[in-house]
Structure formats: structure tokens, C-alpha cells
């Protein structure tokens, strides 16, 4: 499974664009910031590649931005940061929950879908083959955020976190569903945009720490999207100073 590797310090980044907004107003706040991401790269390339996040936090997100106009879903690739060993039928499925909210709604060729194939039994090799569907630099990237300060399948102290010479890889998670596949620092570190979304209070401790934390990513492994967009709503905000909290929807 993962291999632990040494947890390098991370270079500084850029503070982050933290948008706070009330509850009621995340998924509108959400699906106009991904919206807005995609648009403004399409307006100059010829495709956009999109990694969606899983969980249960971005399905409002992603419903609400398959009502949006303006898009051409048929020019963005759309990949996963990370996938459940379980089948894609499956209620615990990233895939499934996406397919829903969003890939069922809108035009996004299927050719075009890349979903992560964890269910088979070689995870490391389905890791692999994953790693090889990426592209060099995602243009976006949208990730969670858990209790834990863990986003993508990054955990705290797992050996994922440090590593920086393979771009997907097999984790066990201390969370069930345990088997996973995950994307890795270098991918997140080295996609073009990255978009963080959190909602509800449970959140709030380990945003504060991601965001104004100085412990080592290693201990909160969404530190890695520090340099991100934010979007929060006012619960999940309600750790970090008053002046971010403010944030520029406030
Ligand atoms: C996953 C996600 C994970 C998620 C957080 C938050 O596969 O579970 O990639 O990183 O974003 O666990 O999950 P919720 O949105 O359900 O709170």
C-alpha cells in the first residue's frame, strides 16, 4: 500500500481566496466559483480538464452548476481526485454520487468522463493506470475537506502525503470505506486552479487549521490546497479570524 516517505516543507503559497458565505448560499457561491473556473479557461483553450471531488459536500454544489448556462460541457475533461473500493453502483461510489448531481445533466461526452476503476482487486495497478490518464496539469481541481483535515484520500499521517514520486496511489483510509485510490500532493500542487469546498460546523476546526494552522501538512493534509479558493459557508468559517471570515462575499 501507500510507501512512507519523508514530509518535505512545504513551499510557502500564496494565501488562499477564501469566499465565506451564508448556508443557504453555498451551493449557488459554490457552482458560480467552478462555473467561473471553467468558463474563463475555455474562453482560451480548447478543452478544460476538471478532477471532481467526492463526499457528500459538493452534490448541492454540483446540482446547482448543472443548471448554469454558459458552459460547453462538451469541450471539459472531467476526471476524480479520488475513488472508494467499492463498485460505481455503489452508494459509497464518488462516481455515483457525481453521475448523479452532475454527469447525468449535463453534456459531458462520454469519452470524456475519465472515473477512477477502484473496484477491481489490484488497486496499485489500477492506481498506475490512472496516474497515466492525467494530464500533466489539471486545469481545476476540486477538493474537501474531512474532520480530520483530510482531503482528497490524503489522511493525516499516512505516507500518501509525503509522497512526491507517484501522482495516484492505493491507500487504506481510516475511514469506511477503507480501500481507496487517491491523487497525490505533486497533482494538487501542480494543478492550475484549485477549488476547496466546506460547509457545516464540523469543518470549522480543521479549515482554521488548513488555513492559519502552522503545523506540518503532514497533520493536515488539505493544508496542501492552502493557495486554493475557498468556498466556504459561515459554519465551516467560523474558526478563522474575523478577517478572513469577512471574506469576500461577506
Ligand atoms: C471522499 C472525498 C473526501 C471528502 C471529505 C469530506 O472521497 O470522501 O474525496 O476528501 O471531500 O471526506 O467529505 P464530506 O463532503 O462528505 O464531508
Redesign the pocket.
Known amino acids: 500500500m501507500d510507501r512512507s516517505v519523508s514530509v518535505e516543507a512545504e513551499p510557502p503559497v500564496a494565501p488562499a481566496s477564501v469566499h465565506v458565505v451564508p448556508p443557504e448560499c453555498f451551493a449557488e457561491a459554490g457552482a458560480r466559483v467552478v462555473a467561473g473556473e471553467i468558463r474563463g479557461r475555455l474562453e482560451t483553450r480548447a478543452s478544460c480538464s476538471v478532477a471532481l ?6 452534490r448541492p454544489v454540483y446540482r446547482r452548476l448543472a443548471e448554469l448556462e454558459g458552459i460547453d460541457w462538451s469541450r471539459v475533461e472531467v476526471f476524480f ?2 475513488e ?1 473500493a467499492v463498485p460505481p453502483t455503489d452508494p459509497d461510489s ?1 462516481v455515483r454520487m457525481a453521475r448523479e448531481a452532475l454527469l447525468a445533466r449535463v453534456p459531458v461526452p462520454e469519452h470524456r468522463q475519465h472515473r477512477i476503476p477502484a473496484e477491481g482487486a489490484d488497486l496499485e495497478e489500477a492506481a498506475r493506470a490512472y496516474a497515466r490518464s492525467l494530464p500533466a496539469a489539471l486545469d481545476l481541481l476540486l ?4 474532520e480530520d483535515g ?4 490524503l489522511f493525516p499521517g499516512s505516507g500518501a502525503v509525503g509522497d512526491r514520486e507517484r501522482r495516484v496511489v492505493a491507500v487504506e483510509a481510516p475511514a469506511s470505506p477503507a480501500r481507496r485510490i487517491t491523487i497525490t500532493p505533486p497533482v494538487i500542487q501542480e494543478a492550475r486552479s484549485v477549488v476547496v469546498l466546506a460547509s457545516g460546523e464540523r469543518k470549522a476546526s480543521a479549515v482554521a487549521e488548513a488555513l492559519e494552522g502552522a503545523g506540518p501538512v503532514e497533520g493536515c493534509p488539505a493544508r496542501l490546497a492552502r493557495g486554493g479558493r475557498w468556498v466556504l459557508d459561515a459554519a465551516a468559517a467560523a474558526e478563522l479570524e474575523a478577517t478572513r471570515r469577512a471574506g469576500e462575499d461577506g
Open positions: 471531488a467526492g463526499g457528500s459536500t459538493p481526485g479520488d472508494r464518488n477538493l474537501g475537506i474531512g483530510h482531503t482528497a484520500s
